[in-house]
């Protein structure tokens, strides 16, 4: 008798495991080989190469030298970045502010509604689908600072005399903000709104039965249901309106005095303008870090919030 | 009255015998019937202000309505721009931007959620990733590679770019991690004892994509298409970048180069721009009103807003 049986197929080794593997799946990497290359080229490439180029002096868009962290320092001492990021931080507050709550006010009372909910979702969402620039446009036209512009127009019939609008710099900002808000409520409503649609109504009815009121039954069933929506739109609100670029870019060109010259548009102007594609670079990295940290900042907290919940 | 139906929600009809509630359902509806006044009241600003001269546009006191409906203003700016040049821009850059956004996001959708060749995982995790970093942020290097593009077509065909100006922007469509996460949600959610089927049928991967796959995605296909076809006709920041030829601009670059000229254009005024930006909305706005199903409900259930 064999002491040991011989397997009729040998087992086959790790690397023609991993050929076979290969072999079979090179179809598979056929098919999706052509959007790899695109997503390479137009986004992950980019990004890396964002990354090299701000260690680099340039000429044009080409790295020259290499200069270590001398591009990052130089953007830290321009008073202008101070600016750009105190503006930046001011517009995410401001959006907090005006544009936060009201989409998900909205939602909750288009929810209740019985009459009207198709027209109210089509008629706050129009503005969504409206070109962002044409948008801004838009409003800046309705916010001309002559006598005759529409606001200033409106103002005069109540007497009011006319304002200056977007060249007044402390109401620029908030004005922008609201350009934006106009454009955008509607769809972060719809979000909400498809959550709020699928509470369980007999959540409420438990709570009816335990006598809860209507302040109770939203602080304790509506609330909590939209709870995880109003954490991501949160964060997902502060990353987008950190990259706000073309509002004050076409609104009031950065001005007045670089009163809402926004990071991105600093970073526009160092590679554009001022023709120094390593600071632009920089600038960009400087950006994605926040916007990481910020990222990661908000996954601690939430997850943090769902376990003391357990 | 159905609200004596209305079973679900804060209020029910329990609540509605009160006539307390009543009246504030009532306040609630006046009050969001004139939040959707303010929602849309721009957009009607601008159709009536397309049509006032600059000088309605400008006079005491405010009259909404403009002292005539004349097309003859309309054409005349139409006409003064040679602004269908613009529109066929636009129209070449949606349509490749279309199939391209379709076929690359689809492909690799397919790839990653029903395929899933070894390493797919890893490919997916670093699509997420890079969403965290806004690609507004590599916007320097993006610039530069595109444009060794053309100097690389320029250089060894000796040709003009001409329009392959607008092949970059057709290809970027085909780069967007929100489609691939659109087309990527739906295969998920397809039974996938039909790809089995199909293989042991001998049907090869290609073909299983298009007899099996393709037949069942219409309706997301829609959705990426309507989504790509508004994004595209409204995208300003990267054209803006790479199409100096002013032979090549798009809607949207060109008007942003009226308004940034509007001090030195002869006889071009707020009002003029106004007919202008008529022009640009009314293909979204249509486009809005014959999809509307389609997009209010794929914005609610996947929250991908553009």
Do not use: C
């Not at chain 1, 609008?165 to 409520?185: E, F, R, V, Y």
């Amino acid at each position: 008798m064999k002491s040991s049986i011989t397997p009729m197929f040998p087992m086959p080794s790790r690397w023609s495991r991993f050929k076979l593997q290969l072999l079979k799946d090179y179809r598979s990497w056929l098919l999706i080989g052509p959007s790899l290359i695109l997503f390479s080229f137009f986004i992950w490439v980019p990004l890396l190469s964002n990354v090299y180029l701000s260690f680099f002096d340039s000429v044009g868009f080409n790295a020259t030298s290499f200069v270590g962290f001398a591009n990052y320092r130089a953007i830290l001492q321009d008073s202008l970045f101070l600016t750009a990021l105190t503006n930046t931080v001011s517009y995410t507050l401001w959006s907090l502010l005006i544009g936060f709550i009201i989409p998900i006010v909205l939602a909750i009372l288009v929810s209740e509604m019985v009459h009207f909910k198709g027209l109210f979702k089509t008629g706050l969402y129009i503005p969504n689908v409206v070109p962002g620039i044409a948008t801004v446009i838009l409003w800046t036209l309705m916010m001309d600072p002559n006598p005759g512009g529409f606001f200033n127009l409106l103002l005069a019939q109540i007497g009011v005399d006319p304002q200056p609008w977007l060249s007044n710099p402390d109401m620029a900002i908030p004005l922008i903000i609201l350009t934006m808000t106009w454009k955008g409520a509607g769809a972060t409503m719809l979000i909400y709104l498809a959550t709020l649609q699928t509470v369980d109504p007999t959540y409420y009815d438990a709570a009816r039965l335990e006598g809860a009121n209507l302040w109770q039954r939203f602080w304790y069933v509506t609330l909590p249901y939209l709870m995880n929506n109003v954490k991501l739109l949160f964060i997902l609100q502060i990353i987008s309106v950190f990259q706000v670029f073309y509002e004050p870019f076409v609104m009031t060109h950065g001005g007045p005095n670089n009163a809402t010259l926004s990071l991105t548009q600093l970073m526009h102007r160092y590679a554009f303008i001022d023709g120094n594609a390593s600071y632009g670079a920089a600038l960009g990295v400087i950006i994605s870090l926040i916007l990481m940290v910020l990222s990661v900042i908000y996954h601690l907290l939430s997850r943090d919030k769902g376990e003391t919940h357990q | 009255m159905r609200l004596r139906q209305k079973t679900d929600g804060l209020l029910n009809f329990t609540d509605y015998k009160q006539v307390g509630y009543r009246v504030l359902y009532g306040i609630i509806v006046i009050f969001l019937l004139l939040v959707v006044f303010i929602s849309i009241f721009p957009l009607l600003w601008l159709l009536l202000s397309s049509f006032k001269t600059a000088q309605e546009l400008y006079s005491l006191p405010f009259r909404l309505f403009p002292n005539r409906f004349d097309l003859v203003k309309l054409k005349e700016v139409w006409v003064y721009l040679d602004f269908m040049k613009y529109v066929w821009n636009s129209i070449i850059v949606v349509i490749g931007a279309v199939i391209s956004s379709v076929l690359f996001n689809g492909l690799l959708a397919y790839g990653i959620s029903v395929l899933k060749p070894k390493g797919h995982h890893l490919i997916y995790v670093i699509i997420l990733g890079s969403m965290l970093i806004p690609a507004t942020t590599a916007m320097v290097p993006l610039y530069k590679n595109i444009n060794e593009i053309y100097f690389f077509i320029e250089d060894t065909f000796g040709i003009d770019r001409g329009i392959l100006t607008f092949v970059p922007l057709w290809l970027i469509a085909g780069a967007n991690p929100f489609h691939f996460l659109l087309f990527k949600a739906y295969f998920d959610r397809l039974p996938k004892e039909l790809f089995e089927a199909a293989e042991m049928d001998g049907a090869s991967k290609l073909q299983s994509f298009f007899q099996v796959l393709l037949p069942m995605a219409k309706p997301i296909m829609m959705v990426v298409a309507i989504f790509t076809i508004n994004a595209t006709w409204s995208d300003f920041l990267l054209p803006y970048l790479i199409l100096q030829d002013p032979a090549y601009q798009t809607v949207m670059v060109k008007i942003y180069s009226i308004q940034a000229s509007m001090g030195t254009l002869m006889n071009f005024g707020p009002d003029k721009l106004l007919t202008v930006l008529l022009f640009s909305v009314i293909p979204p706005i249509t486009l809005f009103i014959l999809f509307q199903r389609q997009i209010t409900s794929s914005v609610a259930t996947t929250g991908i807003k553009e």
